[in-house]
């Protein structure tokens, strides 16, 4: 079975410092990973996605992700926090189920911008 | 682009009583999921259809219920309710044909239980 460990539950930056939120999983499969970010009271927006393309992955807003294999790892970085990025961020893996996929979330980490 | 259409957006019951959430999935996505989010919580996969059929079933309790209709549209119902149930539910949908596979979110649908 798949899974996601997210290392930091809560994560605080300042402002124009990098980012770092960090994401382990398991598989026995080529996975699929994705990481979301969501806003307070709003939906999951995608930010980026590995499919065995590309190891270095590059996203919306200035995110980008690594896969490493050997260390089971898909790193979320960013070169400079904006306050906009203050948010909770999920890390997914999927997994084939019968045709179609099964999604499974880590517990997500919540980043805090400091002014 | 058109997105995934929850509604209601906001849902307010008495325990004990009956809700049905909707979602309208991304044209020619044949694939929907639902998650339930309670405060603080990652999302909770609950149940999915793949061409009106159910694919997968995740911890969804037993007085509620889903379905997918022809149209792909999807409801899901929520009977005998409980304060336990108050939680932001997201629909989300995929195609199978997609070579990312990923999730498209709604905006959600707030049920609050009084």
């Known amino acids: 079975a798949q899974s996601v460990t997210q290392l930091d539950s809560h994560v605080s930056v300042s402002e124009g410092t990098p980012v770092l939120l960090r994401c382990n999983y398991s598989?026995?499969?080529?996975?699929?990973l994705f990481w979301y970010v969501q806003h307070p009271n709003k939906g999951l927006q995608l930010l980026l996605k590995?499919?065995?393309?590309?190891?270095l992955v590059k996203g919306i807003n200035g995110f980008e992700a690594e896969f490493k294999k050997s260390e089971t790892s898909f790193h979320l970085t960013k070169p400079s926090a904006h306050m906009s990025d203050a948010a909770e961020y999920f890390c997914?893996?999927?997994?084939?189920?019968?045709?179609?996929?099964?999604?499974?979330f880590g517990t997500g980490t919540r980043l805090k911008v400091l002014a | 682009a058109a997105g995934v259409i929850q509604s209601p957006r906001h849902l307010i019951k008495e325990k004990r009583e009956t809700a049905t959430l909707k979602c309208y999935p991304i044209p020619r996505h044949d694939t929907v999921y639902w998650y339930q989010q309670g405060p603080g919580q990652d999302p909770q996969f609950l149940i999915s259809?793949?061409?009106?059929?159910?694919?997968d079933k995740g911890s969804i309790p037993d007085r509620f219920s889903a379905q997918q209709f022809s149209d792909y549209h999807s409801e899901l119902n929520m009977s005998s309710l409980e304060l336990g149930d108050s939680a932001l539910y997201f629909c989300?949908?995929?195609?199978?044909?997609?070579?990312?596979?990923?999730?498209?979110f709604g905006e959600g649908s707030r049920l609050t239980v009084l």
């Open positions: 590995y499919t065995s393309a590309a190891t």
């Open positions: 259809f793949y061409e009106k059929m159910q694919s």
């Open positions: 989300a949908s995929s195609s199978r044909d997609s070579s990312g596979g990923e999730l498209f």
């Open positions: 997914v893996v999927s997994d084939p189920v019968s045709g179609t996929y099964k999604y499974i």
């Open positions: 598989s026995s499969y080529s996975p699929s």
